[in-house]
């Protein structure tokens, strides 16, 4: 269900929903069974092929373009498009403010590892937990970020996060904490 037509400007979330915690101090939920602290995970905001981290949004602009952009001016951070190049701000365009929201969103999916945004994923590369990648569907990588603290940009088709990485969880499961988004069955104190 869009908001479309509920919010006369769309750069606002959605309507207050009584079920979704607001404030991270409201989200104490007190101890479990076994003691442990439990929170209650806020629905990841977001529309079609894009989310919303804090004041960021990054997701699908066009069948060409992924963009990273900023509430704040409206800049846009960084721009990689499906050929496997990037092209850095600040600049204005290929932002993602214009766009609405949706309620339990749009072709925003995720996996072990990784998180799908129209025909974009971002994650862990195979196996190797030490690579994390940008990648399009077309199997054109645009940046790998190492453990080692370098990063290595496109075009290439290696490192790439479709290969391999295809488990898929919908996104009703999908819920963020306080820096990252997370899986609904994933462990309380244990990010993956």
């Known amino acids: ?24 101090m ?3 939920k007190g101890a479990n069974a076994h003691g442990q602290q439990q929170f209650i995970k806020p629905e990841l905001l977001g529309g079609d092929g894009w989310i919303e981290l804090g004041e960021f949004r990054l997701g699908q602009v ?13 800049k846009t951070c960084m721009i990689f498009r499906k050929d496997g190049t990037i092209h850095p701000g600040p600049r204005t365009d290929y932002g993602l403010f214009d766009r609405k ?26 196996d190797n ?22 990063r290595h940009k496109g075009p290439r088709r290696d490192w790439n996060n479709f290969l391999n990485r295809n488990d898929c969880y919908t ?5 963020y904490g306080v820096y990252h988004v997370i899986d ?6 244990n990010n993956k």
Not at 111 to 123: A, Q, V
Request: charged share 30%.
């Open 1 to 24: 269900e869009s908001h479309e037509g509920k919010n006369d400007d769309n750069n606002n979330p959605p309507p207050y929903n009584p079920n979704m915690k607001q404030n991270i």
């Open 26 to 28: 409201d989200d104490y």
């Open 101 to 126: 929201y949706i309620q339990g969103l749009k072709r925003v999916r995720f996996g072990d590892g990784w998180l799908e945004l129209g025909e974009w994923r971002i994650g862990v590369c195979d």
């Open 129 to 150: 937990r030490d690579h994390l990648s940008i990648a399009h569907k077309s199997m054109n990588t645009c940046m790998i970020w190492r453990s080692d603290g370098t």
């Open 184 to 189: 609904e069955n994933d462990k309380l104190g």
């Open 171 to 175: 996104t009703k499961d999908a819920k």
């Open 62 to 74: 066009d069948d060409s373009h992924f963009s990273i952009s900023h509430r704040v001016n409206r």
